[in-house]
Nanobody, 121 residues
């Protein structure tokens, strides 16, 4: 089966930067869009950034100009570069990928385990 493994989370001071990575492994024929979500304590999970198979991107208004999403298709990996971090960016960050496993299956989505990002003031 497909698994998404995240890395790069941690504790950082306000104004600092972090780079999150999420690598998909397992039985993979192709990957379409890949997303980053986040969920702060007591709040709804929200979409942070999106990148399509053709490279198109979208960002939540709260992170525009500060975050950048990219992907390395050869490594089945998506990245989230986070700059100028604010305390309100503190959340668990999750990656999501739409994956086609075989020629006889449709695309299905998979979630990473989540990685904690904490921004101190």
């Amino acid at each position: 089966q497909v698994q998404l493994v995240e890395s790069g989370g941690g504790l950082v001071q306000a104004g600092g930067s972090l780079r999150l990575s999420c690598a998909a492994t397992g039985s993979i024929l192709s990957i379409a869009n890949m997303d980053w979500y986040r969920q702060a304590p007591g709040k709804q999970r929200e979409l942070v950034a999106f990148i399509g198979s053709g490279g198109s991107t979208n960002y939540a208004d709260s992170v525009k100009g500060r975050f950048s999403i990219s992907r390395d298709n050869a490594k089945n990996t998506v990245f989230l570069q986070m700059n100028s971090l604010k305390p309100e960016d503190t959340a668990v960050y999750y990656c999501k990928a739409s994956v086609r496993r075989t020629t006889t299956t449709l695309y299905d989505y998979y979630w990473g385990q989540g990685t904690q990002v904490t921004v101190s003031s």
